[in-house]
């Protein structure tokens, strides 16, 4: 599988756009959109086109090792995008360990969606803090985690830079950015619910078609039988009013 354009969007639009090497909140060099590789004090990029080559190789590089842990594993679209917007923040190895990856891999979505908010802390200046930016950054990752192959969605790219180097999660039990990842969650999905305004009426029209059709089915030959009875209750009633009008002779 590889990163979709949506999914593209969203790691650009939060990473941001620097086309200046610059310290992000966990001191890590970087530039462009997020790229770290070999990158140092002074380094510049001639234009944002320059910087969108680097990060289409990046998530070249990225898109390959995620689906390489996916494997075997029944993945959306939206799913991998999410996971690949997350392992590009937090790096490969620890994507590995994570346990985005294990609860995915065991089927358990809603419990995938809730572990994204883990992952919102890192070091600065040498303390270990929650950051806004990684914060809303996990709840749209979330929310597009759970998201319909039809209702793609994308947050707004934060004020701040991400932090290239984002801290481990910490068991569930002890933290209270659990708590918290789940609120993100609720909180990227009511977003990308109101992106979505403009096309609610045709999902509920889908849904409701789905609904009906359910029913259909489930109702099968008794429906039919239903359906029958009326059109040769029908069909006598009809002929006998034209009898009596005299409209149908009798040999």
């Given at each position: 599988m590889k990163i979709s354009p949506k999914g593209r969007d969203l790691i650009a639009e939060f990473e941001g756009l620097r086309l200046t090497a610059y310290l992000c909140p966990a001191g890590v060099w970087t530039i462009g959109y997020g790229h770290t590789?070999?990158?140092?004090?002074?380094d510049t990029l001639d234009s944002p086109t320059h910087a969108k080559v680097l990060?289409?190789?990046d998530l070249a590089e990225w898109a390959a090792d995620v689906a390489k842990l996916l494997e075997g594993t029944n993945t959306t679209q939206h799913e991998f995008d999410a996971m690949g917007s997350l392992a590009f923040n937090i790096g490969v190895p620890g994507f590995s360990k994570s346990t985005v990856l294990r609860l995915h891999k065991a089927g358990d979505k809603n419990g995938a969606a809730r572990a994204f908010g883990m992952w919102?802390?890192?070091t600065v200046n040498g303390k270990?803090?929650?950051?806004a930016g990684l914060t809303r950054?996990?709840?749209?990752?979330?929310?597009?985690?759970?998201?319909?192959?039809?209702?793609i969605a994308t947050q707004d790219a934060p004020a701040?830079?991400?932090?290239?180097?984002?801290?481990?999660?910490?068991?569930?039990?002890?933290?209270?950015?659990?708590?918290?990842?789940?609120?993100?969650?609720?909180?990227?999905?009511?977003?990308?619910?109101?992106?979505?305004?403009?096309i609610t009426p045709v999902i509920q029209s889908v849904t409701t078609f789905g609904a009906s059709?359910?029913?259909?089915m489930k109702l099968g030959a008794l429906t039919l039988s239903i359906v029958a009875f009326v059109a040769v209750g029908y069909m006598l009633i009809r002929y006998i009013i034209k009898k009596r009008r005299g409209e149908i002779v009798s040999s």
């Open positions: 590789r070999g990158v140092k004090p002074g990060l289409d190789e919102n802390k890192a270990l803090v929650e950051l950054r996990r709840a749209a990752e979330a929310a597009l985690y759970l998201t319909p192959d039809m209702l701040l830079p991400m932090p290239q180097e984002v801290k481990a999660e910490v068991k569930a039990s002890s933290s209270q950015s659990v708590i918290a990842g789940g609120v993100s969650v609720a909180a990227g999905a009511s977003t990308i619910a109101a992106q979505i305004d403009t059709l359910n029913s259909v």
